[in-house]
């Protein structure tokens, strides 16, 4: 059975930082390009960032760009999105997914960032 388990979020104020993780099961997960999306209230939910099965390529959303890293453990397949300078216009439920071919959504972790 496909699961995908995000953790990690919570609230943190304007210029900090917070590391989250997503624990997938049900996949090959080594071979699989994987990616954290958000969703804001009232919005769409959008790509983050995108990290290929071996970790050489990483691609970033703009407005996450040289703030937020994506990693990835595949013996402990795992993903992970390390933000920095996080900005109120940062706060969304986040996700990690497949790059391509969507899966079943997990339940998200949610990020605020407030003072």
């Known amino acids: 059975q496909v699961q995908l388990v995000e953790s990690g979020g919570g609230l943190v104020q304007p210029g900090g930082s917070l590391r989250l993780s997503c624990a997938a099961s049900g996949i090959i997960f080594s071979t699989t390009t994987m990616a954290w999306y958000r969703q804001a209230p009232g919005k769409q939910r959008d790509l983050v960032a995108s990290?290929?099965?071996?970790?050489?390529?990483?691609n970033y959303a703009a407005s996450v760009r040289g703030r937020f890293t994506i990693t990835r453990d595949n013996a402990k397949n795992t993903v992970y999105l390390q933000m920095n300078t996080l900005k109120p216009e940062d706060t969304a439920v986040y996700y990690c997914?497949?790059?391509?071919?969507?899966?079943?959504w997990g339940q998200g972790t949610q990020v605020t960032v407030s003072s």
């Open positions: 997914n497949r790059w391509s071919g969507l899966l079943n």
């Open positions: 990290i290929t099965p071996g970790g050489i390529t990483r």
